[in-house]
């Protein structure tokens, strides 16, 4: 059973629909999740472009291969195992708030009305 029944018609015109089928792209929402963030209160950020989560998954891949490095040094008592997984672990954050960000909505800022 639907919870949203009411619904309602709004005319723009070219140049608005245009805008708003283009802010809708870039959220990758359909268009009633996008108007509904908007009525209230967000506004999406657009979705990460291509080279950004493909910096992402180099990062990883880095992340990864550091971890294999600390278990080859380890079996020889070349490093210090604590300093190093300190190290991984924050780069491992780092990556996650990066994606937290990108994602995170914005506050829709509407003018004081008099």
Do not use: W
Not at 15 to 39: F, G, P, Q, T, W
Not at 50 to 74: F, H, P, W
Not at 82 to 94: D, G, H, M, R, W
Request: with cysteine; hydrophobic share 40%.
């Amino acid at each position: 059973m639907r919870k949203r029944t009411k619904q309602f018609v709004i005319r723009l015109n070219d140049d608005e629909l245009n805008h708003l089928n283009k802010l809708v792209k870039a959220s990758n929402l359909s268009r009633e999740s996008y108007l509904r963030m908007c009525i209230n209160g967000l506004v999406s950020k657009p979705s990460p472009s291509t080279e950004l989560i493909e910096t992402i998954g180099i990062l990883r891949q880095i992340a990864e291969s550091l971890s294999d490095i600390s278990k080859s040094v380890y079996t020889q008592n070349g490093i210090d195992e604590s300093i190093y997984v300190q190290n991984f672990e924050l780069l491992q954050n780092q990556i996650n708030e990066i994606m937290i960000l990108i994602r995170e909505p914005m506050e829709l800022k509407f003018p004081m009305v008099q």
